[in-house]
């Protein structure tokens, strides 16, 4: 396929030149084409930013592991808490590290779900709702 910019100049071209009316087939190829690349390049867009997302999650696990790996090195951390902490640590490095499936493997969708609850995300999350929620920022 002909890459978008590409098919929008030569369109172009031809509206200069009058064309269109002339080739009303052709037109509709490259309208077509157009269209379908300006879908693509909207595909690349939000994938990109689906990267950018997912790759800002990684970084806030990394960096809640170093807050804890810190807290974890004073004495006056409770012994009592030391278990769990370490266990948080060892999830948010695999999450950190890109294996968050891994990471939650040991908490039950149930208690997952609710969580989300509670935090305001919704249970079910389609591409959809991510689309909606990128647009919504754009428009801040």
């Known amino acids: 396929m002909t890459h978008p910019l590409e098919v929008l100049r030569e369109v172009l071209a031809h509206l200069e030149e009058g064309d269109f009316y002339e080739d009303y087939d052709e037109a509709t190829r490259m309208v077509g084409e157009l269209r379908d690349g300006i879908g693509g390049l909207v595909l690349l867009v939000l994938l990109s930013e689906a990267l950018d997302e997912i790759y800002r999650l990684r970084q806030l696990c990394a960096y809640e592991h170093e807050v804890r790996r810190v807290d974890l090195s004073y004495k ?65």
């Open 76 to 140: 006056s951390y409770p012994k009592s808490r030391r278990d769990s902490a370490e266990t948080l640590m060892a999830k948010l490095k695999l999450a950190a590290q890109g294996k968050s499936d891994v990471a939650t493997a040991d908490i039950s969708w149930p208690s997952l779900r609710h969580c989300m609850e509670e935090v305001g995300m919704p249970t079910h999350f389609t591409r959809a709702d991510w689309e909606a929620q990128v647009d919504s920022r754009r428009r801040k």
